[in-house]
């Protein structure tokens, strides 16, 4: 995981999270590493990560079991993709119709463009 | 449980080095105490130890007044840049006596760690580099287990790899044993994502002190044409402005509203850095 | 309080001292000793050199006694107050250690003299006091040596003590202008002015108060004892005036 500073850091350390899950690296029902171990190996302060985590936990995402760790929810990922699926309208099509009209690219040739791209 | 900084103010002769400084240092947190060279990091670290006299006002440790009181002393330590240990002191010397002054620190904990950076107890401190020079005390600093840790530039001389081995031991000796920590620096990036809390004192007085999460919001830059951007950051807190031909970026402060950011400027986040520099630039 | 520890440090700090001192001490003894013993052209003469070397070992040991362990205790959380009393008790503990080996090694080298009559060897004591001593049972006599000795050991230990606390809280200027003022206003300027202006009655003073100091003609121990007594009491409290506004300094 790589940070950058254009977004609060428990946000990305949430996303990471979910990008493994989705990945499959963490598969539901497993358990994931613990806050310290997220904030040792990421060297980030414990309270930033335990909120990044915080954030999946509220979403169901992830549970935490007391006193033996945090797993990975079952459905987990098909609640993911559904999380995704309605953030993918605002992270990456509007910038692509914004950066296409700065450029002048015109409709049809974004859609040619897209067509290429599954083809490859 | 805190240390109260409460309106300390210090001069050298006729240079103000601080100018009421109040500030809480509250129980488990850590600190970043950022400033430039000279901005008084390391005279208010001295008050607080004792190691001086303010001019003015009090420290309180738990609600005892630190000055001349070993029961309040008793519970920091501070890693200073200056070498206070004995020249001629063996490394495992000074470890002993530390114990015997702070009767928490753990002499295992100690030798490994001295073991991972590769320091030999052996040698004295006039012998050693100034890496390994704040390698010893960072080694002290970690193992000492009092309620309060002071560190006054720890990564002075260290190279990349015992910086992060550094970070990657104070973040695990911080989830297993909580204390308050302070790191003064002026490495920002560094410390930048292990800090919770960020003060920020420039010329002797403090100009901020708040979250990190909370500093981070305020702090953005918009860049564009130059008279876009100088329409847009009217009636706006700049601390900042750079310019490269027509092209015009200005650092502000606030909340941005999306909605008002008209279009040909864009706008971007400040890192902890560039939002110090801005701060803290002359 | 961390009396109890900074008394237990700064104790640590002499012992290293002392022992390479008494070690010199010893070897020295002994090759005069041996050298006397063998070659019968020789003599081996000595009084009050064994306290002699012990003085001015103390005194610079007192000149050694601030700068280093001052910081050591401010990194180690401990107040100058802890460090000054523990400082006074290490001082009163070398004092009477040293005071009593001394005494010990003064009463060994005694014997040598009835056994040839090149040797003169002696205490400081029984140098100063020499009717006194002649007249006291010898278990007295070395009991009121000791007592004395105590009182000088301690006296240039403070005297040393003294020195480098004030020495620390002077700038470069001012130590320079000290290290230079003092010995030619004492060495020079003063006995000039005796000379010119007074007439000599500083040096009449001078020796007057020394008489005193030795117990004037009667030799009585305890003025020396009472003067010494004076003098940790007056240094003591300046070395704390010194000590309690001491700073780091970068």
Known sequence: MNFNEERPIFIQIAEGIEDAILSGAFSEESQIPSITDFSVNYRINPATALKGINILVEEGVIYKKRGVGMFVADGAVSKLKGKRKEQFFDNYIKNLVEEARRLGISKDEVIRLLERGYVK | MSIEVKNISKSFGSTCALGGVSINLEENRIYGLLGRNGAGKTTLLNIITNRIFADEGEVLVDGLSSMENDEALSKIYMMGEKNYYPDNMKIKEIFRWTKEFYPSFDMDYAKKLADLFELNLNKNVKSLSTGYNSIFKVIIALSVNTAYVLLDEPVLGLDANHRDLFYKLLIEKYSSHPATYVISTHLIEEVSNIIEDVIIIKKGKIIKNETREELMSVGYTVSGMASLVDEFIKGKEVIGTDSIGGLKSAYIMGQIIRTDIPKGLEITKMDLQKLFVQLTNA | ?250
């Open chain 3, 1 to 250: 309080m961390n009396i109890k520890v900074a008394t237990k440090y700064q104790i640590n700090e002499y012992l290293k001292s002392i022992k390479i001192f008494y070690l010199v001490v010893i070897l020295v003894l002994i090759f005069f000793g041996v050298i006397t013993a063998v070659n019968s052209s020789s003599n081996f003469y000595s009084t009050g050199g064994i306290e002699g070397s012990t003085i001015i070992f103390l005194f610079i040991l007192g000149l050694n006694s601030f700068k280093e362990t001052f910081l050591m205790m401010l990194q180690n959380g401990t107040t100058r107050r802890s460090m000054f009393i523990g400082r006074l008790i290490t001082i009163l503990a070398t004092s009477v250690f040293m005071a009593v080996v001394d005494r010990f090694v003064v009463n060994i080298t005694l014997l040598l003299n009835d056994v040839s009559e090149r040797f003169r060897v002696g205490g400081m004591y029984e140098e100063f006091f020499v009717q006194r001593a002649e007249s006291l049972h010898i278990v007295v006599r070395n009991l009121e040596a000791i007592l004395i000795t105590i009182g000088m050991y301690a006296a240039v230990m403070v005297a040393g003590y003294l020195i480098t606390s004030a020495y620390y809280r002077m700038n470069k200027i001012l130590k320079i202008a000290v290290s230079i003022g003092v010995p030619t206003s004492v060495l020079i300027l003063l006995p000039v002015l005796d000379a010119v202006v007074f007439d000599g009655r500083i040096a009449v003073a001078v020796s007057k108060f020394l008489r005193f100091v030795f117990g004037g003609q009667a030799g009585n121990p305890y003025n020396l004892l009472l003067s010494c007594i004076i003098f940790i009491v007056v240094g003591i409290g300046l070395t704390w005036l010194l000590i309690r506004k001491s700073v780091e300094k970068s």
